[in-house]
């Protein structure tokens, strides 16, 4: 089971998210819940990079895979914010629809941070 983990501020703003564990919707290499929520985690992070000033803060395993979180660096324009916001809104909703669909692979969650 994957667990896509969204965390929140007191202010309804997501901070980060953490995505772990494996989906084992099917075989190695052909696991779509898998190749679809990596892809949209991946893909989000990567362009957090590129367009933030500061880099998030990204902790992953690389080598057995199935981890991979992300913080917000607390130096931050307000259009950035506003862009990261959308794009971490962007990704929640669209791990949601893959849970709508395979809530048996995957699980999606918003935390408050304390």
């Known amino acids: 089971m994957i667990y896509a983990k969204f965390i929140e501020s007191k202010d309804n703003i997501i901070d980060g998210f953490i995505l772990?564990?494996?989906?084992?919707?099917?075989?190695l290499g052909h696991d779509l819940v898998c190749a679809a929520s990596s892809a949209l985690a991946i893909g989000t992070t990567n362009n957090l990079y590129r367009i933030l000033s500061h880099a998030p803060i990204v902790d992953a395993n690389e080598i057995d895979g199935g981890y991979l979180e992300l913080g917000l660096p607390v130096k931050l324009a307000d259009e950035e914010k506003m862009q990261a916001q959308l794009l971490l809104e962007s990704l929640y909703y669209s791990l949601l629809d893959i849970e709508e669909e395979h809530g048996e692979h995957i699980a999606v969650s918003k935390v408050k941070n304390d």
């Open 20 to 27: 772990s564990g494996h989906a084992e919707s099917g075989p």
